[in-house]
């Protein structure tokens, strides 16, 4: 159910994209406090990250849908609109996407 959500959740929002961070600082705070349940853990992360791809996989060969594609066409186009307010340094970037993700 994992992946499933995340697929739905990333077609509706690039924030989605903080999913795999999330990934890594559970998998990370896992091994720092229990690290007998990080198989488990790990196996669990696997699994929703294969039923994201199906879905993906899916998606794509029903209607041509590239999220790869969609999202750096999105990236160019952020970008555009921050150069042309004058945030276009990367840690005005970061600053952005950290504010997005906490907001969000």
Known sequence: MGGA???IAAVMTFSASF????AVVVLAL???TER???RNTLLGLTVSM???AVLYMALDAWSGYDPWATF???MAGQK???AG????SLRQDLHFAVANLVAF
Do not use: Y
């Open 19 to 22: 999913l795999p961070l999330w």
């Open 72 to 74: 750096v066409e999105a």
């Open 5 to 7: 959500a995340a697929a």
């Open 36 to 38: 007998r349940r990080f």
């Open 30 to 32: 896992t091994i720092l």
């Open 80 to 82: 555009k609109i921050m």
């Open 85 to 88: 307010r004058g945030h276009d």
């Open 50 to 52: 294969a039923t994201c």
